[in-house]
C-alpha cells in the first residue's frame, strides 16, 4: 500500500470551457435554408426569436399559446418558474402555421406525433450545407440573448424572458458587438 495518491502529482490540463458560439445574421440566413427537415428549422426559428431552452420548444403545447394577447406564457422545464415570452411575427407566422397539425404539440415528432426528443442530426446537416461552423440549440437560444443585450435591453428584461432568476446570469450574453465597441475595436 502507499501512503499518498500519486495521480495528485499529475497537473491537470487546462481548456477553455466557455461557451460563446453566436449565429450571425448572414450565417443565420444560409442556415435556415440549408435545412432538409421543416420541423428542425421551425424548432431553430423559435429558439432563435423567443430564446425558450430545447424541452420547452419541444413540448410546447397549445394550451400555453395565446393568440389573443399574443403571448406564450408556460412553466420551464428547467427552472420550473411561469415566464410569459411575447411572440414577434415571426414567431406568430410560425405558430399559426402548425396549429392544425392534429396534435396538442407544435411541435409533435414528424417520426411518432408525440413529444420529439432531440433535431440534433437535422442542425449538424444544415450546418454543413450552409458551410458554417457547428451551432446548437442552446448557442441559438445564446444568440436571441446576445441580440437582446446588443439591442440593449436590461439585465431584468433579458432574465425575465430567458427564464433566469439571477440577473448574474444574463451577464453571459454580453459579448457581441457591444463589447468589441467598447474596447474600441
Given amino acids: 500500500f502507499i501512503e499518498?495518491?500519486?495521480c495528485k502529482r499529475v497537473r491537470r490540463i487546462?481548456?477553455?470551457n466557455m461557451q460563446n458560439a453566436v449565429l450571425s445574421q448572414k450565417d443565420e440566413t444560409k442556415?435556415?435554408?440549408?435545412?432538409?427537415?421543416?420541423?428542425?428549422?421551425?424548432?431553430c426559428i423559435m429558439v432563435l426569436h423567443t430564446g425558450l431552452r430545447k424541452n420547452d420548444v419541444l413540448g410546447l403545447k397549445k394550451t400555453e399559446i395565446n393568440l389573443d394577447t399574443n403571448c406564450i406564457i408556460l412553466i420551464q422545464g428547467?427552472?420550473?418558474?411561469?415566464?410569459?415570452?411575447?411572440m414577434n411575427e415571426t414567431v406568430r407566422k410560425l405558430?399559426?402555421?402548425?396549429?392544425?397539425?392534429?396534435?396538442?404539440?407544435?411541435?409533435?415528432?414528424?417520426?411518432?406525433?408525440?413529444?420529439?426528443?432531440?433535431?440534433?442530426?437535422?442542425?449538424?446537416?444544415?450546418?454543413?450545407?450552409a458551410r458554417i461552423s457547428r451551432v446548437t440549440l442552446r448557442d441559438l437560444r445564446r444568440t436571441f440573448g446576445t441580440r437582446l443585450d446588443e439591442l440593449n435591453?436590461?439585465?431584468?428584461?433579458k432574465a425575465k424572458l430567458l427564464g433566469h432568476g439571477d440577473l448574474r446570469s444574463v451577464h453571459r450574453y454580453e459579448r457581441g458587438t457591444k463589447i468589441l465597441r467598447e474596447a474600441g475595436f
Fill in 4 to 6: 499518498y495518491n500519486p
Fill in 14 to 16: 487546462k481548456f477553455d
Fill in 31 to 43: 442556415f435556415l435554408e440549408s435545412f432538409e427537415s421543416e420541423w428542425a428549422r421551425d424548432i
Fill in 78 to 86: 428547467k427552472t420550473q418558474r411561469t415566464v410569459t415570452i411575447p
Fill in 95 to 129: 405558430v399559426e402555421s402548425r396549429w392544425n397539425n392534429g396534435s396538442d404539440l407544435i411541435f409533435p415528432s414528424p417520426k411518432t406525433g408525440k413529444e420529439g426528443v432531440d433535431c440534433k442530426t437535422a442542425i449538424n446537416g444544415a450546418c454543413k450545407r
Fill in 153 to 157: 435591453y436590461s439585465s431584468s428584461v
